[in-house]
C-alpha cells in the first residue's frame, strides 16, 4: 500500500506521522511534542523538522526517535517524510 506523501493542510501532515508512526508500530514517549510541528505558521518554501523519543518500537522498549520532517510547497501543499532510527 503506497503512503501519501502530499497533503493539503498542515495539520493533516502531523496526523499522518501518528498514522505511520502506529503501522511502525512505534510508541512516542511524548506524544504532545508531535503536535509542535504546527503550533507555528509554515512559510511557501519552509521546512521544519522534528526529532521524537520512542518509548518502544515493534513492541520493545527503546531508544530509538521518530524523525519527521514536513516542507511546504510554492504550490501550499506539505510534503511529508518520515523515518525510525
Known sequence: MPTQIYFETLASAVDAIFAR?????????????????????????ENRRGDFQLESRKGKPTRAYYHAQIYRLDSGRYELNTYAL
Open 21 to 45: 508512526a502506529a503501522a511502525d508500530r512505534c510508541v512516542f514517549a511524548k506524544p504532545t511534542e508531535v503536535w509542535d510541528l504546527c503550533r507555528d505558521h509554515l512559510a511557501y518554501g
